[in-house]
């Protein structure tokens, strides 16, 4: 399981609790957020299954670290790092509720994340996968130091963006 916290200036990353499912099934059970998430929008069925799993599953068997993100007490969004065999390595996932867009919360979370991937876990680099399409991620993401490393091409014919830190420093952008 997540025991380590990360807190960023206005951040707390937290592991999840059970009483988290419905803010964790109101995150991906949105549309706009669920569009450059994984698989896209699922049913609500499947939402509180993959919440589930993290306890059953992630934390249980110390699969990788997942948090539950909070600004001022209020969920605000999902972070995570874990080994994914489409970068060949480690890869950062951050996700925010629609209205704690434009707020420079997603770059606290990729910031906080890639310094986890570093100065804990040791890594020489960490990765991320960002749709084409999701300029807003694309943009944050290279402003903090990832660089595009190649394109994947989804069943559906869609690109996906690898892109790389290999700062090393645990300090990106």
Not at 14 to 32: I, M, N, R
Not at 85 to 101: F, P, R
Not at 132 to 158: C, F, K, P, Q
């Amino acid at each position: 399981m997540t025991t380590t916290a990360l807190h960023t200036a206005r951040l707390h990353m937290t592991p999840y609790t059970p009483a988290d499912e419905e803010d964790f099934v109101g995150l991906f059970q949105d549309a706009s957020v669920a569009r450059w998430m994984g698989e896209g929008l699922q049913t609500e069925a499947e939402d509180r299954a993959l919440f589930g799993r993290i306890f059953s599953k992630v934390y249980a068997q110390e699969l990788f670290d997942v948090w539950a993100v909070r600004h001022d007490g209020r969920y605000v969004g999902h972070a995570e790092i874990k080994q994914s065999a489409s970068v060949g390595g480690q890869e950062i996932v951050y996700a925010l509720v629609a209205t704690a867009w434009g707020r420079g919360f997603g770059t606290e979370i990729a910031r906080a994340l890639t310094r986890y991937g570093f100065d804990t876990l040791g890594l020489p680099e960490v990765h991320a996968t960002v749709a084409a399409g999701n300029t807003a991620s694309l943009t944050l993401l290279d402003r903090i130091g990832y660089r595009h490393v190649r394109d994947i091409t989804e069943d559906d014919g869609s690109i996906t963006w690898v892109l790389t830190c290999a700062d090393g420093t645990g300090q990106p952008g």
